[in-house]
């Protein structure tokens, strides 16, 4: 067995970990665990995560409300993260 530097095991943790801030809508009331959207009309909880488990942080009306509370709150996306369509990619394409 070979074992793992601590160092090693703890930037992939870390790697892997939710980061703290994150926040989700869930449905309030009695629901099976499915996909969101399958109750657009129930009202949501709005948690986030603190590192060690998920607060609440609001109570929205419906899926909408929460999709748009979400986004409001949600930190702007960063240059560059995202892959470039206009580069060619991969032996099929031709340059």
């Known amino acids: ?55 609440p942080v609001t109570i929205v009306d419906d899926y909408a409300a929460a999709q748009r509370f979400l986004a409001a709150t949600s930190p702007p996306a960063t240059e560059g993260t995202g892959r470039h369509r206009d580069v060619a990619r991969g032996r099929h394409r031709r340059t």
């Open 1 to 55: 067995m070979d074992d793992e530097p601590l160092e090693q095991r703890a930037r992939r943790r870390e790697k892997n970990r939710r980061p703290v801030g994150r926040r989700r809508a869930v449905v309030i009331g009695d629901t099976d665990y499915a996909a969101s959207h399958v109750h657009p009309d129930r009202p949501r909880a709005i948690e986030e995560w603190d590192g060690y488990q998920w607060v």
